[in-house]
């Protein structure tokens, strides 16, 4: 597989991820982790986000995006800068359907702007 993943697929992988780190982590132990739990290849890895503007991988751009989308679907909290834990809310979620998550972020974030 040498294509990014689209966003939604990191979702379940991050969940797992996080219950794998205990339950809290930094985002560098909680990329690394769902990069090894994807097996995400070198040459997906190395795609640079925006190269001119940004020294962030893609893979790491939308590992950020995930991380958000799971805090506002109310599993994951940012307790402080660059450290995330899962919320009570996690308890006993062991997947996430991508169109679900999206709906539910996408409904609140209207009904909250």
């Known amino acids: 597989m040498n294509s990014i993943p689209k966003y939604g697929d990191y979702w379940t ?3 797992k991820a996080m219950k794998l ?3 809290s982590g930094t985002v560098d132990e909680i990329n690394a982790k769902v990069i090894e739990l994807m097996k995400l290849p070198p040459a997906v890895l190395e795609k640079m986000h925006d ?4 020294n962030m991988t893609e893979v790491e751009y939308r590992l950020a995006w995930a ?3 799971l805090k506002n679907y109310g599993l994951l909290e940012n307790s402080s800068r660059g450290v995330w834990a899962l919320s009570k809310d996690a ?3 062991e997947s996430l359907n991508p169109t679900e998550v999206r709906s539910s972020v996408f409904q609140v974030s209207v009904l909250t702007f």
Not at 51 to 54: L, N, V, W
């Open 51 to 54: 190269p001119e503007g940004s």
């Open 21 to 23: 780190l205990g339950g």
């Open 13 to 15: 992988p991050l969940l």
């Open 67 to 69: 991380r958000t989308y």
């Open 91 to 93: 308890e006993g979620v």
